[in-house]
């Protein structure tokens, strides 16, 4: 398993483009990003459980009703939700597409990011829809850039390994970075691979994956509307085609998440006016499920961001997030750390605070990594979730995102 | 029903006084509060649901278990909480008061608020607890200011009101500002009357009140290890006893609730680095539990209370948070609406946006106390929820509490 360049086009019979067609002002920042398989692919997505759901995610679930498609087109800067006409225009998006591309318009997955509530117009769509298809080329890093939002990195990757004799690829693009909480599936991220899996356990694979994954990080605490993670697979590889459980599925398991957890660190560490990366790191715990409740629930208190942000050893907020996760937890058992790059330091045992030095415990946590490591000493449960700390550029950011 | 004033001290029989003895540094800020009732009085409590529980609370519990108090004593400045010795040490505080004051240990409710997990030095308290106990009279401001931590605000109340034609008073103290959230007892109130009323019916009343009250407000999302609401009743008014439901507690109620309501709005404008107060009303949902769900999230939303404090129109973030707070609702039926002394302004109606100068809700929302309005058009239920905006102040303040 080997890192590689070349994001969601490292795959054989994967394009990309990315162009500014208008639907932001500041025409410096690409808005429309598309990404076209050769082949017909196996197709699978997990969404947002929000109540209130943008209207691409409405149109792509019925799409992929089928376990296929061909393309993925999204906007940024409008979300398209909350909108009378959403589904119509998110329709009329595809078929644009499709009448571009020759192809059926039920085979594009759609999405869009951005405010909601405002109405989106079709007309810079449709005009850039050319352009769009005429860059198609080795174009990820476009991609990935018309899909960023409040996002200040670009985030794309892509992961080399075999499967029955034959090398295979798997790429991705992805966007955060504000509106991230945990039971979901958070954020826009797009995947493609040439491995051949049938759709059945594709989506088995993605559904599994993102409950150790993409539903582990937390921004802010609020679930967002028009989150999906897609993935096709267009079989290019030449694999024997996965259709059951195995040696094959695992290692596609496991390719899946070695992109998927880069995915998920690079996100939290890239949190709206994030300076830091938190990890949370639960063992001991009696199952997997309070070890999650846990980390989940340390992750998200704006009073243990609030402390990292100041490199603050304040582990009583960390003791009583736990308190209050809903996991059952033996408070007399917890131990409690701090690790970084320039070390580790214990700052409490058995539920009560041991000396340690303050000067230390700043040095460790000025770092830009942070792992937060919890012990409780009851059981075999494990969890690993990942945010980042709270500043006053994460107000500032939010205070006025829409002028 | 008519707000007085006297604090904790309006009503009969009690005194309060408060000094600084040393826990914090700062000799200007006072932090040993001490209220005291001339008779035993019925007691009831509710403490916080975070499993970490202060060491003060578990003694509490203990000490109002047969219905009766005295006395309430409660320092700032360090939480006694996740330290080894922490019930010794609060059970020593009511050993030196009751010592002090000629009255059992047992009949001393205790509280503490502050850092979590540094050992509590009893020396200081012991110090002062000849002055504390000398300083009592009509004092409940002195109370107040040293059950104050982050608090910029004294916040104490009474109220006046009639029960079998004898005048009945009912006053408090409050201390917030942040680790504040619902689904608990949160922060620390203490309250007095001179009204007579059982232990039994006293603890229904507060109980049934905090649902309404303060477990329906949230400054952080964080569910402190310390909480709790107390309450003392004398007798001195000299009404009949309550000791049923009837007139008489419906009366008793509506003051309890004309104090908890006020404390509810004074705390949440008063949260961590708050510039503005934010109440979300909903109305017309499924039922009463749906609309509080709604109500909580969406002054819980770390989103809308940021753009609140930019004083940005972006209703998309109510829906978005109506729509991932686990209530039932049509979103297709909402209503949302602005409202502020500076007047009304309906943002969103059928779930949609709706045309509005934005010139116009900015001037609504750069006033100082607004009013989230969301109308469901689903059924009866109701709920209020109290919270504030999201500033650079609250990162300010606990990126660096400790210090």
Known sequence: MEFINGGVCAPKGFFASGVHCGIRKNQSKKDLALIVSRQKASAAAVYTTNLVKGAPLLVT???IADGYAKAIICNSGNANTCNSNGVEIAEQVCK????????????????STGVIGQPLDITPIKNAMPALCEGLGNNSTDAACAIMTTDTVIKELAVKFEIDGKECHLGGIA????????????????????????????????SEDVTDSFNMISIDGDTSTNDMVAILANGMAGNKEITAEGKDFETFK?????????????????????????ECSVRGAADNENAKKIAKAVISSSLVKSAMFGADANWGRVLCAMGYSGAKVNINKVQVSFISP??????????????????????????????????????????????????????????????
């Open 342 to 403: 320039k070390g580790s330091v214990t700052v409490c045992k058995d539920g009560m605070g041991v000396g340690f030095s303050e000067e230390r415990a700043k040095e460790i946590l000025l770092e830009k990594e942070i792992i937060i490591d919890i012990s409780l000493n009851e059981g075999e449960g494990r969890a690993t979730a990942w945010g980042c700390d709270l500043t006053y550029d994460y107000v500032k950011i939010n205070g006025d995102y829409r002028t």
């Open 61 to 63: 679930r019925k799409h």
């Open 254 to 278: 496991t390719a899946l998440s070695f992109i998927t957890i880069k995915f998920c660190k690079m996100l939290a560490a890239d949190g709206e006016g994030a300076t830091k990366l938190i």
């Open 96 to 111: 644009l597409l499709g009448n571009q591309l020759e192809i059926p318009a039920e085979d594009v997955i759609v999405a």
């Open 175 to 206: 966007k955060g970075s504000g509106m991230i909480h945990p039971n979901m599936a958070t954020m826009l991220i797009f995947l493609t691979t040439d491995a051949a899996i049938t759709p059945k356990m594709l989506q088995k694979a993605l």
